[in-house]
């Protein structure tokens, strides 16, 4: 009988220790924890040249993480948290709203901004880029600014912003 209760105890001591080494409750028939498809909601960023962020949103289900990143190669990652990452991508080029309605133009305070759509009150600056003396400017490029300059090009946004540069502080 003692013989019977030792076989007893080590059959038990060498379940305890599977049951440890196991994962707890899952050899007692306990459910296991499944995982599946992850789902995320994910935010692109694309920053134009010209100041303009373009956001898109879009959820997406992960089967394989390895295929998720592979997905985005080329984007950075700037944020990630349970259920969202957001990506940002510098493009070289001016945004597609830009294209179309696309000014550079002057704030009050002498600051060369774009805009889209021509600069006015209402008018609010996609992105500063530096500081001029409005003073030094010739009457007629003055009132180009203040009225805006259009782009439509990456070429043309350039040239602008550079011979503009040569007013600068």
Excluded at 10 to 23: D, E, K, P, T
Excluded at 51 to 64: M, R, S
Excluded at 89 to 95: L, T
Excluded at 146 to 154: C, D, L, M, V
Aim: proline share 3%; glycine share 10%.
């Amino acid at each position: 009988m003692k013989r019977i209760c030792g076989v007893r105890l080590l059959f038990m001591l060498i379940l305890s220790a599977a049951v440890l080494i196991c994962g707890g409750n899952a050899a007692y028939g306990a459910e296991v924890e499944h995982y599946g498809p992850l789902r995320v909601h994910v935010q692109l960023e694309k920053v134009y040249l010209d100041g303009d962020v373009g956001i898109e949103h879009t959820d997406e289900t992960v089967l394989a993480m390895e295929d998720f990143w592979a997905a985005y190669a080329g984007w950075t990652l700037v944020e990630q948290k349970k259920g969202f990452v957001l990506f940002r991508k510098h493009v070289d080029d001016i945004s597609p709203l830009s294209k179309v309605n696309g000014y550079i133009g002057v704030t009050d305070g002498g600051v060369i901004s774009t805009f889209h759509g021509r600069p006015g009150s209402l008018a609010e600056p996609i992105q500063s880029f530096f500081q001029i003396d409005l003073e030094r400017l010739e009457s007629r490029l003055q009132k180009h600014l203040e009225h805006g300059i259009p782009y439509r090009t990456k070429a043309e946004f350039e040239s602008v912003i550079d011979h503009i540069k040569t007013y600068s502080g």
